[in-house]
Structure formats: C-alpha cells, structure tokens
C-alpha cells in the first residue's frame, strides 16, 4: 500500500491560500499572497529537502497543477525541480484538460476511487501539495495517511483552509516535530482516530 502524504504550508490561522507569492491564488479577493516568503529559514529548506529527497509521486487538483506546470518545468535543478519534474503527475480535474507537463495523467472518473487505487498500485509515495480542493475529498474519504505542516507565524483572518468548515472530526497524532529560527513548526502527524473528548471535571 502506497502512502498518501498531504504537505501544506499554513498559517497559523489555518490559511493555506497563496503561500509563494502575489498572483499565485487570487479567488475571493485574496491579497496576502505570498505570505510565507519572508519567514523561510535553512530549517525550512531542510523540511523540504527531506520530504522530495525521496522518490514520490504527485497527487494534485487542477488549480495547483496549473501553478506548478506553468514554473517547476522551466526551473532549475538546483531550485529543486528534478524531483517535481520526475514524479508522476496524477491530476484531479472536473473537466478534460490537456496536461503538458511531462509524467502528467488525468484521474478518470470518481476521484476518491482513483486516488484509493492508486494507493494499492506499486510505486512511491504519493504526495499533495496545495490542493486544497482535493484535500476536502481525500479527508472526506479518509485516504490521508500523514500531515506533513509547516505552520507560520502570521494571521491573515482570511483565506482558503485547509481544515476548512464541514472538515470530518478526527484525532491527529504527533510523530515527528520541531521549530525553525524564524518560528516555523514543522510538523508530522498521522491520522489517530476519532475524536476522544473527555473533562476535567
């Protein structure tokens, strides 16, 4: 069984819209793009390295798709386009686009059921970044098997989340985690279940 790994930057709202830069993500009026930029760190880059150092495939919605084929193709090895350039593009669209990017095939038909066969298929990792979309369906279909977020010190009050409202309750589990110089928590978290309340009366 494949794993299935959501990678998302954040911000400590909850806000996961637009991270890289102005332009990348406007819908609703969104003016804060490019948010996480000032507060990258070599514990950051670190973060990331490690996550792409290995083999992975990509599971993507078509918005984030069209982001990264229309950079990551024409981007330098030593930006770290190698590894985005050589996984396998598994794309989530509602419609037929065409996809250019090399490696690049549409999930036909339902996508909670493509993403679950591809699962059981051989390969690497699958990996989602951005995607916010898909993410809902994924989580809705439980087929996350870890959280890899980066959480920045910033509050925009505004935005697409990732835990947006109708988000299934669930427990998450902390397996690896840390903070970079500039205040980023980088965190691991695996799926723990229902939610377990309790009282401390």
Do not use: C
């Amino acid at each position: 069984m494949r794993k299935l790994v959501v990678s998302t930057f954040l911000t400590l709202d909850g806000v996961m819209q637009a991270p890289g830069g102005p332009g990348e993500d406007d819908d609703n009026g969104f003016t804060h793009g490019g948010w996480m930029v000032n507060y990258w760190d070599d514990q950051v880059g670190a973060a990331m390295e490690d996550l792409m150092g290995k083999p992975f495939d990509l599971v993507l919605g078509r918005r984030t798709y069209d982001i990264f084929a229309a950079y990551w193709p024409h981007a330098a090895e030593e930006e770290g386009a190698g590894p985005l350039n050589r996984a396998t593009k598994y794309v989530a669209s509602r419609g037929r686009p065409t996809l250019s990017w090399d490696r690049s095939e549409l999930i036909e038909g339902d996508v909670a059921e493509g993403v679950a066969a591809l699962k059981k298929a051989d390969g690497p990792e699958l990996q989602v970044h951005g995607s916010g979309n898909l993410i809902q369906t994924l989580l809705r279909h439980d087929l996350v098997d870890e959280f890899r977020l980066l959480v920045f010190p910033v509050v925009l009050g505004s935005g697409k989340r990732l835990f947006a409202d109708g988000t299934v309750p669930a427990g998450l589990r902390l397996v690896r985690g840390s903070v970079s110089p500039n205040g980023v928590i980088i965190g691991s978290y695996e799926p723990a279940g229902e939610v377990v309340t309790g009282s401390f009366g």
